[in-house]
């Protein structure tokens, strides 16, 4: 069949659609209903099915007879290790742990907090809460303590885990002290935290609080896998909302088993026993997703990479690590490359490396820019192979996998350069405009998704279905918004253009700029501020900062901007690249009293831009110019 009879079966009867994919996975119940509406009148999928997320992911393949095949690879670079699973040797570990888990109290619904580095024993973690039941939140190593403690009070953890350290290029950075830190903010600090040990630093333990990692393993016995129903929840994800405060994303177990599964034949026309990699970090969606769940389940073996596109050791990392594991499908951010092609620009350490293993490499997490697309499609090219297609997709924390994509595993399509392609079967993708009509081909308007959501999408957020009910339903009735802007072409291709919200895309981490403002307008010196996203090469959007100063208050440009950096830093973390600040006279706003954001967004790139008729004094705009010029702010910046 072909995509388009495809995608139009899976819109027009969506139940025998997913019924038929539903078949694919081992369920210890067959669902009952395919497609239902909980009490809360959201829609559920696989309703009174059964299964177990780990059990899908290692014993399904023991039980087939390829229990020696390679599950997982970790490499680390910034280590200098390597060592290599078997899906029985991973199956073992996992189960393994969940006994330790099991014997500090861990039960079907608790949840536990995973603050780790990539190394197996995060991966083993996740595998080990999805197989008791217990629902895990995995929260990036580079988050503040501040950060942390957020999320810890939300989800209200009963465990913690986490390792003595971890490593950034070549600088160890103590995890401990973060942790500890976090837990005399919380409000609901867990009963126990579970520490992994590594060489490069040991951390102190508190008595009656803190467990050696190995020592729990120790007096474990293994755990077989629970029975749960499918819209149990696997993990809690937390995304960053426009208020500041994280959105918890729920997946559950059913819906997530079945779509991730059918995208690793659909979107990356993978098969069992082939290599996936997902450059990416656990902390993360896509780690979540494809360095996790979906190659597992799917019987591929994944890799697990500790290390950077570059400086770890050169910017031909990536290049040796998909030689020495003949990797077969490659997906990162363009940012990553954009790291490497900065450092390499003529890709003169691929030529080291053997990469025919390639059939494919995926990007996503932020819009591929043309001149990056351009820059890879000369890079993989080579006259003794056939062309390696680079593909850009498009999808969210919220989906959990591809909402546009060329559909490499269904029927490859013509690629439009900065368009992620049509939307994946399952995804009524329209462009609404502001009444909520349909914008005519190449209309720029918001992105939205008719209901129902496609499996694996989230039910609702974490204690939040009214959150959830505004954050994403309310805005067009009978809608998903995904708070993307973008146009559809007149061949039906999607074009995402950006954000509508005060959600910035720093290297395909999304990190709220209303967070960052909340933070800045602490400082005893600010009246007001606006903190914006601009275009950054390197990392696609980095977020500035503008403060107007409270009457009287005496402070140099730099001195400001030394301490907003620092607040952010220390509340944020370094993940956020706020480097930039300046101090103004005023901030641009309309008569109501709105902050322009997107105007002085505008201002860092456009040498002209149209003044919004709204503005109360269109000279502001060449003030704020002024000290962008002064501050190497945008297209202003010297280096």
């Not at 300046?582 to 901030?587: A, D, E, F, N």
């Amino acid at each position: 069949m072909s995509y388009l009879n495809i995608y139009q079966k899976s819109l027009e009867q969506p139940e025998i659609f997913w019924r038929e994919q539903a078949e694919k996975i081992k369920w210890y119940e067959f669902p009952e209903k395919i497609l239902s509406q909980d009490e809360q009148g959201f829609y559920r999928w696989f309703s009174g099915g059964k299964l177990n997320t780990s059990y899908l992911a290692l014993d399904v393949h023991i039980e087939e007879g390829r229990g020696a095949q390679l599950a997982m690879i970790y490499d680390s670079p910034s280590t200098n290790s390597l060592e290599k699973y078997t899906f029985l040797e991973l199956r073992d570990e996992v189960a393994k742990f969940a006994g330790g888990l099991k014997n500090l109290g861990v039960e079907k619904g608790d949840r536990v907090i995973i603050y780790m580095p990539m190394v197996p024993e995060a991966v083993i973690a996740m595998l080990a809460c999805a197989r008791l039941g217990a629902v895990h939140s995995v929260v990036f190593g580079g988050f503040a303590p501040n950060e942390l403690a957020v999320r810890i009070d939300d989800a209200k953890p009963k465990v913690l885990l986490t390792a003595s350290c971890g490593i950034e290029f070549t600088r160890v950075i103590e995890y401990k002290p973060l942790v500890d830190h976090a837990l005399e903010m919380a409000k609901f600090p867990p009963q126990n935290t579970v520490i992994l040990q590594r060489p490069q630093i040991l951390a102190k333990m508190k008595s009656g609080q803190d467990h050696d990692w190995k020592e729990l393993l120790k007096i474990a016995d293994p755990a077989e896998p629970v029975n749960l129903y499918s819209t149990d929840p696997l993990y809690i994800l937390y995304t960053s909302g426009t208020t500041g405060l994280p959105k918890g994303v729920v997946r559950d177990n059913g819906g997530h088993a079945v779509a991730l599964k059918y995208s690793m034949k659909a979107v990356y026309n993978t098969d069992p026993g082939d290599v996936f990699w997902a450059g990416s970090d656990i902390g993360w969606v896509v780690g979540h997703s494809y360095i996790v769940y979906a190659p597992l389940i799917h019987g591929c073996t994944t890799i697990l990479y500790e290390g950077k596109p570059v400086r770890t050791p050169d910017a031909g990392a990536f290049w040796r690590i998909i030689a020495e594991h003949k990797v077969n499908t490659f997906f990162t951010a363009p940012t990553a490359f954009r790291a490497v092609k900065k450092e390499d620009p003529e890709a003169k350490l691929k030529k080291k490396y053997d990469i025919s293993s390639l059939q494919t490499l995926f990007l996503a997490g932020e819009r591929l820019d043309p001149p990056t697309y351009e820059w890879l499609k000369e890079t993989l090219s080579d006259a003794s192979r056939p062309e390696v297609p680079v593909i850009d997709h498009w999808w969210q924390t919220e989906t959990g996998w591809a909402i546009c994509s060329n559909p490499m595993g269904i029927e490859p399509q013509l690629v439009k350069n900065g368009s992620p392609t049509f939307p994946m079967p399952g995804y009524n993708v329209q462009v609404l405009d502001e009444k909520g009509e349909k914008c005519k081909p190449g209309e720029t308007g918001n992105i939205a998704i008719h209901l129902p959501l496609p499996p694996s999408c989230l039910p609702t957020l974490w204690n939040g279905d009214e959150r959830f009910r505004e954050s994403y339903l309310s805005q067009y009735p009978g809608y998903y918004f995904t708070g993307d802007e973008g146009i559809k072409d007149e061949d039906g291709y999607i074009f995402v253009m950006g954000r509508v919200d005060d959600v910035i895309n720093v290297a395909g981490h999304r990190l709220s700029t209303g967070e960052m403002e909340e933070l800045i307008a602490g400082h005893p010196a600010v009246a007001e501020c606006a903190v914006t996203g601009i275009d950054d090469e390197l990392r696609g959007q980095v977020p500035v900062g503008f403060v107007v100063l409270k009457d009287g208050t005496q402070i140099s440009q730099d001195r400001m901007q030394k301490e907003l950096v620092e607040i952010i830093r220390n509340n944020i973390g370094a993940v956020a690249c706020f480097k930039r600040a300046g101090i103004v006279k005023r901030l641009p706003k309309t008569r109501s009293g709105k902050i322009l954001r997107k105007t002085i967004r505008k201002l860092a790139s456009e040498s002209e831009i149209v003044v919004p008729p709204t503005i109360d004094d269109p000279l502001i705009l060449e003030e704020i110019r002024e000290i962008m010029k002064e501050r190497g702010i945008g297209q202003y910046a010297t280096s």
